[in-house]
């Protein structure tokens, strides 16, 4: 099971609701100030789910998911991302970058509705991401794995023992 989490916050409205057309515009604001936070992204884009509502993928990591945000009616913004193809590093970056747009933004993050199974987002303790990240890592690699951090249908060429994002590694390794 993939290290992930997900955190609401609350933008804070002049009006009750927001349009579908205020929401995707607002998302395209948050794709230009992440585009502006350096060289760490390589994509923020717009896209529509199958209700046509407007959602911002950012891939801050070539084995990583796109981290998801959305924003609904009632100024609800969610984030979703999966770390632990990218590693403990790329976790607890995530979690302050996401600090850092809500105060560039001026929004709140609820700590009730934050699920971070690394406490981190919460906490910012280094040390509990590195054991989370350390007992997801004995676990994958428990039964002889053939894959750690990537997806089923991933592979090198020669093929390893054991597949990682860093490359084939051998059986003593995991």
């Given at each position: 099971m993939p290290i992930s989490f997900s955190?609401?916050?609350q933008l804070h409205l002049s009006n009750d609701r927001l349009s579908r057309n205020e929401a995707r515009d607002w998302?395209?604001?948050v794709a230009l100030w992440?585009?502006?936070v350096g060289d760490?992204?390589?994509d923020a884009r717009l896209v529509r789910d199958s209700e046509e509502k407007p959602a911002l993928l950012v891939e801050l990591h070539s084995v990583?998911?796109?981290?998801?945000?959305?924003l609904g009616g009632s100024g609800r913004v969610r984030v979703a991302a999966v770390t632990t193809p990218a590693?403990?590093?790329y976790h607890q970056y995530l979690c302050?970058?996401?600090h850092q747009l809500s105060i560039d933004h001026k929004f709140s993050w609820l700590p009730d509705d934050c699920s971070d199974p690394t406490g981190y987002f919460l906490t910012r303790e280094r040390p509990a991401v590195e054991r989370q990240f350390l007992r997801?890592?004995?676990t994958a690699c428990a039964d002889q794995p053939r894959a750690v951090g990537l997806p089923a249908e991933h592979g090198y060429t020669p093929v390893g023992e054991v597949l990682t994002p860093f490359g084939p590694r051998s059986h003593q390794w995991a």
């Open positions: 955190i609401t916050g998302l395209a604001r992440f585009e502006s760490v992204v390589l990583s998911p796109p981290v998801e945000i959305r590693g403990p590093g302050d970058l996401l997801w890592l004995a």
